[in-house]
């Protein structure tokens, strides 16, 4: 069985070559156009030396160009890196080195930082350049025209066998540090994010054909709003392509535009990060009055997803099935929640585990059962290979339990009494104040559910009696003069007094990544050079 991404693209194109595949913009490919073109870029790829195993970097937004750049690579069991498009010169040389690219296709907008990279990256020998618009100079460089390079190859697909075993990396900047590559095979990451196991029941997907075979009956149109660069919008993006679903992409994320899109194609399924993606959909959704009655379904994952958020949508389209969903880059999906009207997620996103998910202690022992018993979620089966190049740190995120493999990338959850698990946050960012530990997450979807606060982020601040106390950095709604005193007096109606933000900044916009998560280290430096608006004694 080739359980290969590559592998599995290829049959959704022979069982459904005339449908839509990519959307973007004034673009729209079919799947068997997508195929052209992405075997023309194979041939390309591979008459400049790209084989098994190289790493080739797609720099770009959202594109068709993105998606071809990735299928090809693939092809050719080669390896697509994800280049953050918001990284300056020195975060590109470290990832270009890092990664070990050999060749690169990048937006032409962004030459002017390719040519003050390439000096000191000497492994990569080859550039393709996708127009959009720019002027920009690239020909310091030797870099060769996106389109002129496809019209110059042969469409054909007579690539070699590949295997379940190829590699597939994803680079993650996490929320602190330079990013890192997160190893995986392909046939493991299909099965823990791409729809090769029903996310519901745990079952298996019997073949490598099943899901193009379904996708003959028809498939959905899904809008994954975050950027290709960030694993959760792939996934999201491979596996409705796996099954010959419509994928619609905005190049950038603009809330306005995403709904025009919505309403433009008909689109069915949104899946979207947290907060940072739903607060302003909403806002524009209902200053746009537009149609989004072909939506059925929104899926949150990746980030938080507050309770007060949740209910607004559901009370804007109270027939949407709404999902809330927990994983990482290094451990792939780990739980999924149906969000039902007023049910109280407040303390965080409450999913059911997936079958080989389990908490443990900090000893790596395994957490029983029981309502309120809190650990660090681990998961077995198909899991990472671990980090490229960085063997030491690879170990860090790995534990034996019982004689059995388990990933543990550093969130933390409780058992409920229902059975289910709320996620608490990430053990990394957790404050310690007083002794006491306190999520980021859950004081942060507290802040968000008072009708002032548009955004929030919570961070540790020193202090020297508690050793830290909790701060928030909080960025009003536009308009608004939020009374500080009633934000505090709703959030303690939330969570237990010591989890209250003692200094408070207030700020015109928050820092986030580009993939929507919380800019952690900005917010504790903002934190560090800024006097805060109001503190309290503890």
């Not at 720099?59 to 280049?83: G, H, P, Q």
């Not at 999201?236 to 709904?259: I, L, N």
Request: glycine share 10%; with cysteine.
């Amino acid at each position: 069985m080739a359980y290969n991404i590559a592998d599995l693209l290829e049959h959704a194109v022979d069982a459904v070559p005339d449908r839509p595949a990519v959307i973007c913009g004034q673009r729209r490919l079919t799947y068997a156009q997508l195929e052209d073109r992405a075997n023309r870029l194979a041939h390309h790829l591979a008459a400049q030396g790209v084989g098994p195993g190289s790493h080739i970097g797609v720099y770009s937004r959202n594109s068709v160009e993105t998606i071809e750049a990735m299928f090809a690579a693939y092809k050719l069991r080669a390896v697509a890196v994800n280049v953050n498009y918001r990284y300056v010169e020195g975060e590109l040389r470290y990832l270009f080195d890092n990664a070990d690219l050999v060749a690169l296709v990048h937006e032409r907008k962004y030459a002017d930082k390719v040519a003050a990279v390439l000096p000191e990256t000497p492994k990569l020998k080859h550039v393709l350049v996708v127009e959009d618009g720019s002027d920009a100079d690239f020909s310091g460089y030797g870099g060769v025209g996106y389109e002129p390079a496809l019209a110059a190859q042969r469409a054909d697909r007579d690539f070699g066998e590949r295997s379940p075993d190829d590699v597939y990396i994803v680079y993650t900047g996490g929320t602190t540090g330079y990013p890192k590559g997160v190893m995986w095979r392909h046939e493991d990451v299909w099965r823990a994010l791409g729809g090769g196991i029903d996310f519901v029941t745990g079952e298996y997907v019997p073949d490598e054909w099943t899901m193009a075979e379904q996708g003959k009956q028809g498939a959905m149109v899904r809008l994954p709003a975050a950027p290709l660069i960030h694993g959760a919008a792939q996934w999201a993006a491979f596996g409705a392509m796996f099954s010959g679903g419509t994928v619609v992409f905005v190049p950038q994320f603009d809330p306005h535009e995403v709904w025009r899109e919505v309403e433009r194609h008909k689109v069915q399924v949104l899946t979207i990060v947290g907060d940072a993606m739903a607060r302003p959909l909403l806002d524009a959704y209902h200053q746009g009055g537009y149609d989004a009655s072909s939506l059925v379904a929104v899926s949150s994952h990746a980030a938080l997803f507050s309770q007060s958020v949740k209910q607004e949508y559901l009370r804007t389209f109270p027939n949407l099935v709404l999902t809330d969903a927990i994983g990482s880059s290094e451990s792939g999906f780990t739980g999924i929640g149906m969000v039902a009207k007023d049910a109280d997620h407040s303390a965080g996103p409450r999913v059911n585990f997936g079958k080989d998910a389990i908490l443990i202690d900090d000893d790596n022992r395994v957490v029983a059962r029981a309502p309120g018993a809190t650990g660090r979620i681990a998961r077995r089966g198909h899991v990472p290979l671990g980090y490229y190049k960085d063997p030491a740190k690879s170990e860090t995120i790995f534990v034996e339990v019982d004689g059995k493999r388990y990933v543990v990338p550093g969130d933390w959850a409780r058992y409920e009494e229902d059975g289910t698990v709320t996620l608490l946050g990430r053990g990394s960012q957790c404050v310690n104040t007083g002794g006491e530990k306190v999520f980021p997450e859950e004081v942060e979807s507290a802040l968000k559910s008072h009708p002032d606060v548009f955004d929030a982020i919570v961070v540790g601040v020193p202090d020297e009696r508690l050793g830290q106390r909790v701060g928030a950095i909080i960025q009003p709604r536009t308009g608004v003069t939020p009374d500080l005193g009633a934000i505090e007096a709703h959030v303690r109606t939330q969570v237990a007094g010591y989890k209250v933000p003692r200094s408070v900044w207030l700020v015109d916009e928050i820092g986030r990544l580009p993939t929507g998560k919380p800019d952690y280290p900005w917010a504790a430096r903002h934190a560090a050079g800024n006097p805060p608006t109001e503190t309290q004694k503890a």
